[in-house]
């Protein structure tokens, strides 16, 4: 459904991502994880267009997306729910979520998207017509996703959705897009919190200094005691 | 009492002028950090195209009105395609020296092609007639200019709050990235924040115009200087900051005006500039301004 | 001293070739021909003093100008022949209408008067961060132009003061550019010149520096100002004759568009700048009066020299936002043209002996 391949993405002359690829099909959720400064931001960043890419091509449906700029990969249906939230802090859940539906034209299906994703997060219901601000970390980080999910998209890529949260509120987060996933939705997962996430993957990859260093199955990986501590600093315990 | 009524209209219409303008600027500046010098060159062009229109094919003053703001409008949208895409991620100097060029261009070719001497425009006669009500005595085009400038501001707040193109424009201002996630286009959002500072400027040049009754290649320096002085006044960046740094300077400068002795009058520009300097020296960020922290964007 | 010395060397190239260029225009070339020359030097006395601000404090300032005109009035009052200033200013307060200095005395009181009020000026522009700082150089230029409309009595208003003793030539001209050229490149290598420039280009670092940043950017304002003043003491005292509009957004539009060109961030840059301009503006103002062309006569085409200044600035900002000298001076060009000389030399004689 998405396919990256040898994707290159350059801050000036650093080198942020050297020729990755990486694909996702049709229904799955995949992890990619790696330590701080991996490169897995910019990779995503690329992959929806808010970032140039220096080399590589895109593909999303089997179209070639490489230069498409973000709006319009968004209307075509992958989305990416930035790193650290990013919610409109000035603007009511009610219009960040309904700026979510930019894209749609069809007001009675965003009228019911609202009314489904309100009973999926029951606190963004009770705030709704508060500032976006006014929430907890953890309110912020679902309205982001909901948010995403107004434009209906096809893939959604989430960029570090547990990060800073409490360890009860990232089990919410999780069991969510295991929710999203049967309802078909796929998914591509940035995460530090590798066990968690692959968890609920069927795939991973680990990024490190930029480049690819693994691929493989989600089991297969929290397995493997040694990959866990070879690249992710954190053995399963 | 008669008098004081009668110039506090007064100051609510210089006042309603200066905030039309620094709306637009505020508007604009908000969302993609430019500093518009060229916004003068709005009520200009805006002159010109009643100025044109009257001469040549629409002898009608009402006529002149549309097409006064539209022509502002359409310049807005001309100077942000031609000139300020190009810079549309540069530095804040880079944005302000560029719309100092664009400014600086288009007054010179109102020099070139039409001439530097003012050309007389015709606005309708109503505009330059009184109100009587009861004992007092006021202008209709200063009692307009307040009604048309709450008007249109409760018109922009309903766009801002209600429209998502509104919306859109104020979640820009502060993450423009996040905007584009949305699969929001940028270009839709910065132009219809041009074109709304266009009709703005628009509006405001029609009343500018109906009181100067004549249009030269110059006539924009001067208001946009004070909004920008507005702006700054209540905070660069924040409409409601430009609307009451509008309405203050133009109190204030009406206040100058009846108060100072006629001697001293002609320096009025220069008071209102340096009382602004020194209020700004105790609010660095304007009277409504905030803190602006490292990773905001540069305001 | 080291510095000295190093500045010395490095203004040495620009002020010989402009000084010769000059010299020879002096003895050989027309009346006209001198007098652009002299507006050359004059305009880039003003440009280089501007870039002593915007260059090294990445703030942009449509004030300047007005630096210029406080210090021209100021030696117009002070030189103008009592007779003179009985019919033009009559009422000039503070005694100054019975008082006349000679041209030295004058051009010192000038320059002193411009630095104080720069100093004042500068308290207010150093607190007032960003855009909203840049709009207040812009209310400096409107003040001062307002003042000096406003106040009759003493500038005559809107009308000329005439009647400035003659005392300054090209020679002069250049003597002070050669000093500014030094000045200029002075501070910029200097400690004061390199925190300052650092702080410009990375908000992080200006924000741990925090104070000293508004006491450097205070420093280069006041330094910029009075390398103005001397190039309005050029004005009055080459013309004499003077009046408000010649300080006022014509001339900023000009020297702005000279250090935008060249490279507000270098010396060197606003050299190239202004000597391109000078000569650009000079063309389009031959144009503008509908020069003959083979015979035919051109339309005249007033507006033709400002359309050519904006164009400059806007077209340097969409294409090439540092100019044509970037951050380089000559003397880095030169280095970097030897050092790549010298590479491809050794890159020669490696491969000879491969
Ligand atoms: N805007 C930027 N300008 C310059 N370099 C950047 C920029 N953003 C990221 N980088 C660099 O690119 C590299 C990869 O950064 P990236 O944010 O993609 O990593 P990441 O894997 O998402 O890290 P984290 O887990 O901390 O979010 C880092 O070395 C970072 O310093
Ligand atoms: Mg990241």
Redesign the interface.
Known sequence: MLELSNITVQYGVVKAVRGVSLKVEKGEIVSLLGPNGAGKSSLVSAA?G?LPVAGGTIRFEGTDITKK???TV??MGL??T?EGR??????SVA?NL???A??RKDRDGVAADIEKYLKMFPILGERYHQTAKTLSGGEQQMLAIA??LM?RPKLLMLDEPSLGLAPRIVDRIFELMLDLKRDGLTMLVVEQNATDALGISDRGYILASGSLVYEGDAKAMVDSEDLMEAYLGSGVH | MEYFIQQLVNALSVGSEYALLALGLAIVFSIIGLVNFAHGELITVAGYAMFFAAATWLPNPWLALPIGIGGAALAAIVFEKVAFRAIRNASTNTGILTAFGVSIIVQNVFIIFVATRPKPVQTPDFLSSMITIGELTVPTLQVLETVVTTIAIAALLIILKKTTVGMAMRAASKDFMAVRLMGIKANWVIQSAFIISGILAGIAAVFIISRRGAVDPFMGSVPVLKAFVACVLGGLGSLQGAVIGGVALGVFEVLLQVTLPQEITAYRDAIVFGVVGLVLVAFPQGLLGRKVELGDKEA | MNHLLRTARNSALPIIVLTAVGTLIYFFAEAYQVRIAYAFFMNLVVAIGLQVFMGNSGVVSFGHVSFMGVSAYVVAILTIPLALKKTQIPDAPFGLGFVQFDVVTAILIALAVTVAFAWVSGLLIKRVSGAAGEILTLAVLVICYVVFNAWIDLTRGPRSLYGIPIASSLPWAMLASAFVIFVAKFFRDSEDGLQLRASSENMLAARSMGVRVERLRLKAWVLSGFLVAIGGVLHATYLGTIGPNSYYFTQTFLIMAMVILGGMRSVSGVIVGTALISVGSELARTLENGPMVFGTKLPTMFGLTGFFLGAVIVLCMTLRRDGIMGDDEFEDVLRNRRASKAAKAAADTAAQAV
């Open positions: 929806v808010i700029p973000a709006e968004v209307a989305t990416l930035p990013r919610v409109f802090a000035d603007l219009e309904h700026l979510g930019a894209t948010r995403s434009s």
